[in-house]
Protein backbone atom coordinates (compact mmCIF):
# COMPACT_ATOMS: atom_id res chain seq x y z
CA UNK A 1 0.00 0.00 0.00
CA UNK A 2 2.86 2.13 0.98
CA UNK A 3 4.41 1.62 -2.52
CA UNK A 4 1.13 2.29 -4.33
CA UNK A 5 0.90 5.27 -2.86
CA UNK A 6 4.41 6.48 -2.93
CA UNK A 7 4.17 6.18 -6.86
CA UNK A 8 1.14 7.93 -6.94
CA UNK A 9 2.21 10.62 -5.46
CA UNK A 10 5.27 10.82 -7.59
CA UNK A 11 3.46 10.37 -10.72
CA UNK A 12 1.41 13.21 -9.23
CA UNK A 13 4.01 15.89 -8.75
CA UNK A 14 4.93 15.10 -12.67
CA UNK A 15 2.12 15.22 -14.14
CA UNK A 16 0.73 18.88 -12.01
CA UNK A 17 4.67 19.89 -13.78
CA UNK A 18 4.13 18.77 -17.44
CA UNK A 19 0.20 20.27 -17.50
CA UNK A 20 1.05 23.77 -15.56
CA UNK A 21 2.43 25.45 -18.70
CA UNK A 22 -1.12 24.67 -20.57
CA UNK A 23 -3.90 25.57 -18.38
CA UNK A 24 -3.12 29.45 -18.13
CA UNK A 25 -2.55 29.89 -22.41
CA UNK A 26 -6.36 28.21 -23.15
CA UNK A 27 -9.09 30.13 -22.95
CA UNK A 28 -7.89 33.24 -24.70
CA UNK A 29 -8.12 30.81 -27.97
CA UNK A 30 -11.18 29.01 -27.49
CA UNK A 31 -14.07 30.65 -25.62
CA UNK A 32 -15.79 33.66 -26.87
CA UNK A 33 -16.72 34.78 -23.52
CA UNK A 34 -20.50 35.78 -24.86
CA UNK A 35 -23.71 33.59 -24.99
CA UNK A 36 -24.04 31.28 -27.91
CA UNK A 37 -27.00 31.06 -30.33
CA UNK A 38 -28.62 28.16 -30.34
CA UNK A 39 -28.70 26.16 -34.21
CA UNK A 40 -31.93 24.20 -33.15
CA UNK A 41 -33.85 27.74 -32.94
CA UNK A 42 -34.91 31.02 -31.19
CA UNK A 43 -36.59 28.76 -28.36
CA UNK A 44 -34.05 25.88 -28.02
CA UNK A 45 -34.00 25.27 -23.88
CA UNK A 46 -31.86 21.90 -24.27
CA UNK A 47 -28.99 22.41 -26.48
CA UNK A 48 -27.16 19.36 -27.37
CA UNK A 49 -29.94 17.19 -25.95
CA UNK A 50 -31.66 17.76 -29.25
CA UNK A 51 -29.20 15.27 -30.47
CA UNK A 52 -31.16 12.61 -29.00
CA UNK A 53 -34.07 11.58 -30.95
CA UNK A 54 -36.18 8.64 -31.41
CA UNK A 55 -34.50 6.90 -33.68
CA UNK A 56 -30.87 7.21 -31.26
CA UNK A 57 -32.75 6.18 -28.28
CA UNK A 58 -34.25 2.67 -30.26
CA UNK A 59 -31.08 2.41 -31.59
CA UNK A 60 -28.61 1.75 -28.46
CA UNK A 61 -31.62 0.23 -26.46
CA UNK A 62 -31.68 -2.73 -29.17
CA UNK A 63 -28.01 -2.95 -28.44
CA UNK A 64 -28.45 -3.73 -24.39
CA UNK A 65 -26.45 -6.94 -23.76
CA UNK A 66 -27.14 -8.10 -20.63
CA UNK A 67 -29.76 -7.43 -17.73
CA UNK A 68 -26.91 -5.93 -15.15
CA UNK A 69 -27.40 -2.84 -14.23
CA UNK A 70 -24.99 -0.26 -12.32
CA UNK A 71 -26.04 2.58 -10.24
CA UNK A 72 -24.20 5.51 -11.24
CA UNK A 73 -25.41 7.56 -8.25
CA UNK A 74 -23.98 8.25 -4.63
CA UNK A 75 -26.40 8.35 -1.53
CA UNK A 76 -27.77 11.79 -0.09
CA UNK A 77 -27.44 11.94 3.71
CA UNK A 78 -26.36 14.15 6.91
CA UNK A 79 -22.88 15.50 6.57
CA UNK A 80 -22.40 14.38 2.84
CA UNK A 81 -19.63 15.84 0.97
CA UNK A 82 -21.62 19.28 -0.55
CA UNK A 83 -19.92 21.65 -3.21
CA UNK A 84 -20.88 24.90 -2.68
CA UNK A 85 -20.71 25.33 1.31
CA UNK A 86 -17.71 27.81 1.04
CA UNK A 87 -20.56 30.30 -1.26
CA UNK A 88 -23.58 30.12 1.14
CA UNK A 89 -25.60 27.15 0.01
CA UNK A 90 -27.15 24.67 2.50
CA UNK A 91 -25.95 21.37 3.48
CA UNK A 92 -28.11 18.27 3.04
CA UNK A 93 -30.54 18.07 5.72
CA UNK A 94 -33.13 15.93 6.56
CA UNK A 95 -35.51 15.32 9.32
CA UNK A 96 -39.12 13.22 10.35
CA UNK A 97 -42.32 14.97 10.06
CA UNK A 98 -44.52 12.11 11.35
CA UNK A 99 -42.91 9.62 13.40
CA UNK A 100 -44.40 6.12 14.01
CA UNK A 101 -45.72 5.38 17.19
CA UNK A 102 -43.40 3.44 19.52
CA UNK A 103 -44.04 0.87 22.34
CA UNK A 104 -47.65 -0.79 23.74
CA UNK A 105 -49.44 2.55 23.37
CA UNK A 106 -49.60 2.43 19.35
CA UNK A 107 -52.66 1.73 17.08
CA UNK A 108 -53.23 -0.08 14.23
CA UNK A 109 -51.81 2.18 11.86
CA UNK A 110 -47.90 3.31 11.69
CA UNK A 111 -47.08 6.81 9.67
CA UNK A 112 -43.66 8.38 8.81
CA UNK A 113 -42.41 11.07 6.80
CA UNK A 114 -39.91 13.29 6.39
CA UNK A 115 -38.88 16.87 4.65
CA UNK A 116 -35.91 17.25 2.60
CA UNK A 117 -33.76 20.47 2.23
CA UNK A 118 -30.83 20.57 -0.05
CA UNK A 119 -29.29 22.87 -3.08
CA UNK A 120 -30.13 21.61 -6.12
CA UNK A 121 -26.59 20.52 -7.17
CA UNK A 122 -26.70 17.96 -4.01
CA UNK A 123 -24.79 14.54 -4.92
CA UNK A 124 -24.77 13.40 -8.44
CA UNK A 125 -27.00 15.92 -10.26
CA UNK A 126 -27.25 17.45 -13.70
CA UNK A 127 -26.43 21.47 -14.46
CA UNK A 128 -28.95 23.25 -16.05
CA UNK A 129 -28.08 25.52 -19.25
CA UNK A 130 -29.15 28.89 -17.15
CA UNK A 131 -26.63 27.66 -14.21
CA UNK A 132 -23.99 29.80 -15.61
CA UNK A 133 -24.08 32.76 -18.32
CA UNK A 134 -21.56 35.28 -19.67
CA UNK A 135 -22.29 39.14 -19.27
CA UNK A 136 -25.68 38.93 -18.48
CA UNK A 137 -26.78 35.82 -20.64
CA UNK A 138 -27.40 32.31 -20.42
CA UNK A 139 -27.63 30.20 -23.34
CA UNK A 140 -29.29 30.79 -26.49
CA UNK A 141 -28.87 34.60 -25.63
CA UNK A 142 -31.73 35.02 -23.21
CA UNK A 143 -31.04 37.46 -20.21
CA UNK A 144 -31.70 37.80 -17.31
CA UNK A 145 -32.88 40.88 -16.45
CA UNK A 146 -36.27 39.04 -18.30
CA UNK A 147 -36.01 35.86 -17.50
CA UNK A 148 -34.77 35.17 -13.75
CA UNK A 149 -36.18 35.90 -10.58
CA UNK A 150 -35.85 34.93 -6.98
CA UNK A 151 -38.21 31.56 -7.68
CA UNK A 152 -36.20 31.10 -10.68
CA UNK A 153 -36.14 31.16 -14.43
CA UNK A 154 -38.57 31.26 -17.24
CA UNK A 155 -35.57 29.27 -19.30
CA UNK A 156 -34.08 26.53 -19.73
CA UNK A 157 -34.47 24.91 -16.49
CA UNK A 158 -34.23 21.23 -15.23
CA UNK A 159 -37.75 20.80 -15.77
CA UNK A 160 -37.21 21.27 -19.67
CA UNK A 161 -34.94 18.27 -19.32
CA UNK A 162 -36.37 15.54 -21.46
CA UNK A 163 -35.38 12.05 -20.36
CA UNK A 164 -31.70 11.12 -21.29
CA UNK A 165 -31.60 7.87 -23.23
CA UNK A 166 -27.81 7.48 -25.22
CA UNK A 167 -24.72 5.41 -25.61
CA UNK A 168 -22.04 6.05 -23.45
CA UNK A 169 -18.58 6.03 -23.14
CA UNK A 170 -16.31 6.54 -19.81
CA UNK A 171 -13.02 7.38 -19.58
CA UNK A 172 -11.15 6.26 -17.17
CA UNK A 173 -8.32 8.71 -17.24
CA UNK A 174 -6.96 7.72 -13.59
CA UNK A 175 -6.42 3.82 -14.21
CA UNK A 176 -4.71 5.27 -17.69
CA UNK A 177 -2.13 6.89 -15.69
CA UNK A 178 -1.72 3.83 -12.82
CA UNK A 179 -3.26 5.96 -10.47
CA UNK A 180 -5.88 5.27 -7.65
CA UNK A 181 -6.93 9.14 -7.77
CA UNK A 182 -5.33 11.78 -9.48
CA UNK A 183 -3.73 14.71 -7.94
CA UNK A 184 -5.11 17.96 -6.65
CA UNK A 185 -6.55 20.35 -9.29
CA UNK A 186 -5.03 18.35 -11.96
CA UNK A 187 -6.20 19.70 -15.21
CA UNK A 188 -6.96 16.38 -17.24
CA UNK A 189 -6.04 17.22 -21.23
CA UNK A 190 -6.61 16.30 -24.62
CA UNK A 191 -3.74 14.34 -24.73
CA UNK A 192 -4.88 12.54 -21.52
CA UNK A 193 -8.10 11.66 -22.94
CA UNK A 194 -6.61 10.45 -26.02
CA UNK A 195 -4.63 8.08 -24.17
CA UNK A 196 -7.46 6.71 -21.79
CA UNK A 197 -9.44 5.55 -24.69
CA UNK A 198 -6.38 4.21 -26.49
CA UNK A 199 -5.63 2.03 -23.18
CA UNK A 200 -9.34 0.98 -23.27
CA UNK A 201 -10.09 0.19 -27.06
CA UNK A 202 -13.13 3.07 -26.80
CA UNK A 203 -14.36 5.35 -29.63
CA UNK A 204 -16.27 8.79 -28.65
CA UNK A 205 -19.04 8.57 -31.09
CA UNK A 206 -21.12 11.60 -32.24
CA UNK A 207 -24.32 12.23 -29.55
CA UNK A 208 -22.30 10.18 -27.09
CA UNK A 209 -22.55 10.87 -23.04
CA UNK A 210 -18.68 11.01 -21.86
CA UNK A 211 -17.78 10.16 -18.30
CA UNK A 212 -14.76 11.03 -17.16
CA UNK A 213 -13.22 9.02 -14.28
CA UNK A 214 -10.64 10.84 -11.56
CA UNK A 215 -10.97 8.56 -9.13
CA UNK A 216 -12.31 11.04 -6.56
CA UNK A 217 -14.55 8.63 -5.83
CA UNK A 218 -12.17 6.73 -4.02
CA UNK A 219 -12.16 9.52 -1.44
CA UNK A 220 -16.02 9.36 -0.83
CA UNK A 221 -17.31 10.50 1.43
CA UNK A 222 -15.12 12.24 2.96
CA UNK A 223 -15.11 16.03 3.27
CA UNK A 224 -12.11 16.38 4.29
CA UNK A 225 -10.47 15.00 1.18
CA UNK A 226 -13.51 15.10 -1.85
CA UNK A 227 -14.13 18.94 -1.80
CA UNK A 228 -14.32 21.71 -4.69
CA UNK A 229 -11.06 23.34 -4.00
CA UNK A 230 -8.72 20.84 -4.79
CA UNK A 231 -10.80 18.69 -7.33
CA UNK A 232 -8.86 17.37 -10.20
CA UNK A 233 -11.13 17.79 -13.82
CA UNK A 234 -11.56 18.73 -17.60
CA UNK A 235 -9.37 21.62 -18.45
CA UNK A 236 -10.92 24.20 -21.18
CA UNK A 237 -8.82 22.09 -24.07
CA UNK A 238 -10.18 18.94 -23.19
CA UNK A 239 -13.72 20.26 -22.65
CA UNK A 240 -13.33 21.93 -26.53
CA UNK A 241 -12.19 18.38 -27.96
CA UNK A 242 -14.85 16.48 -26.36
CA UNK A 243 -17.87 19.32 -27.32
CA UNK A 244 -16.34 20.60 -30.69
CA UNK A 245 -13.92 17.50 -32.40
CA UNK A 246 -15.87 14.76 -30.50
CA UNK A 247 -19.68 16.14 -30.83
CA UNK A 248 -20.38 14.57 -27.48
CA UNK A 249 -24.15 15.25 -26.79
CA UNK A 250 -23.72 15.42 -22.69
CA UNK A 251 -20.68 15.28 -20.34
CA UNK A 252 -20.33 13.81 -16.93
CA UNK A 253 -17.71 13.12 -14.01
CA UNK A 254 -17.16 11.75 -10.49
CA UNK A 255 -16.06 15.26 -9.26
CA UNK A 256 -17.71 18.00 -7.86
CA UNK A 257 -17.31 20.65 -10.74
CA UNK A 258 -16.86 18.61 -13.96
CA UNK A 259 -13.43 20.82 -14.77
CA UNK A 260 -10.47 20.87 -12.34
CA UNK A 261 -10.47 23.43 -9.62
CA UNK A 262 -9.27 26.25 -8.53
CA UNK A 263 -9.29 27.93 -12.11
CA UNK A 264 -6.02 29.22 -13.48
CA UNK A 265 -8.35 31.60 -15.41
CA UNK A 266 -8.16 35.33 -12.78
CA UNK A 267 -11.52 36.39 -14.30
CA UNK A 268 -13.44 33.05 -14.33
CA UNK A 269 -13.72 31.15 -11.48
CA UNK A 270 -15.28 27.95 -13.92
CA UNK A 271 -13.92 28.19 -17.37
CA UNK A 272 -15.31 25.11 -18.44
CA UNK A 273 -18.67 25.82 -16.74
CA UNK A 274 -19.29 28.82 -18.98
CA UNK A 275 -17.98 27.37 -21.86
CA UNK A 276 -20.06 24.45 -22.09
CA UNK A 277 -23.26 25.50 -20.59
CA UNK A 278 -23.57 29.40 -22.20
CA UNK A 279 -21.50 29.08 -25.22
CA UNK A 280 -22.28 25.57 -26.31
CA UNK A 281 -25.40 24.55 -24.57
CA UNK A 282 -23.96 21.70 -23.46
CA UNK A 283 -25.51 20.20 -20.12
CA UNK A 284 -23.34 17.65 -17.46
CA UNK A 285 -23.30 15.99 -14.78
CA UNK A 286 -21.23 16.17 -11.32
CA UNK A 287 -21.08 13.44 -8.72
CA UNK A 288 -21.07 10.39 -10.50
CA UNK A 289 -20.35 7.15 -9.25
CA UNK A 290 -18.27 5.09 -11.59
CA UNK A 291 -15.95 3.08 -9.54
CA UNK A 292 -18.61 -0.13 -10.55
CA UNK A 293 -18.27 0.68 -13.51
CA UNK A 294 -14.42 0.52 -13.43
CA UNK A 295 -14.06 -2.13 -11.67
CA UNK A 296 -15.50 -4.41 -13.93
CA UNK A 297 -13.72 -2.84 -17.03
CA UNK A 298 -17.22 -1.64 -18.58
CA UNK A 299 -16.28 1.52 -20.91
CA UNK A 300 -19.51 1.38 -23.18
CA UNK A 301 -23.13 1.31 -22.34
CA UNK A 302 -26.47 2.51 -22.19
CA UNK A 303 -26.96 5.46 -20.03
CA UNK A 304 -30.59 6.22 -18.96
CA UNK A 305 -31.53 9.17 -16.23
CA UNK A 306 -34.28 11.81 -15.89
CA UNK A 307 -33.99 14.97 -13.77
CA UNK A 308 -37.17 15.58 -11.51
CA UNK A 309 -39.33 18.18 -13.49
CA UNK A 310 -37.94 21.09 -11.14
CA UNK A 311 -39.13 24.29 -12.89
CA UNK A 312 -37.11 27.19 -13.37
CA UNK A 313 -34.31 25.44 -11.50
CA UNK A 314 -30.55 25.32 -12.38
CA UNK A 315 -30.01 21.68 -11.54
CA UNK A 316 -31.68 18.38 -10.30
CA UNK A 317 -30.98 15.22 -8.82
CA UNK A 318 -30.86 12.32 -11.03
CA UNK A 319 -29.89 8.56 -10.38
CA UNK A 320 -28.56 7.07 -13.32
CA UNK A 321 -28.19 3.75 -14.67
CA UNK A 322 -25.88 2.06 -16.75
CA UNK A 323 -26.70 -0.80 -18.98
CA UNK A 324 -23.55 -2.64 -20.89
CA UNK A 325 -23.78 -2.85 -24.46
CA UNK A 326 -23.48 -6.11 -26.95
Known amino acids: MMKKLLKSTVLGIALLA ?21 P ?58 HAPARGENGGLLDHSSEAISMNSHTG ?18 VKADEAASTRGWTKSGADKIPPIIARAVMVDVAAAKGLDVLPPSYAITVED ?9 SEIQPGDIVLIRTGQMTLWPDPSKYNLFQQSGL ?9 EDKQAMLLGADNFGLEHFPSANRENFAP ?6 AEKGMSF ?10 ADEVYEFLFMAAPLKLKGATGSPIRPVAIPLK
Not at 84 to 89: E, K, N, P, Q, S
Not at 235 to 243: I, T
Not at 285 to 294: K, P, Q, R, T
Open 18 to 38: GAAAQISAASADIAANKAGTS
Open 40 to 97: WGPSDEIGTLNMMTEESRLDVLSRIGSGKTYDLSVDLFVGMPTCCGAFGDPSFQMYMT
Open 124 to 141: THIDSLNHFGLKGEIWNG
Open 193 to 201: LKDALNRQG
Open 235 to 243: SLEAAQWLA
Open 272 to 277: VHTYLL
Open 285 to 294: MEVVWLEDLA
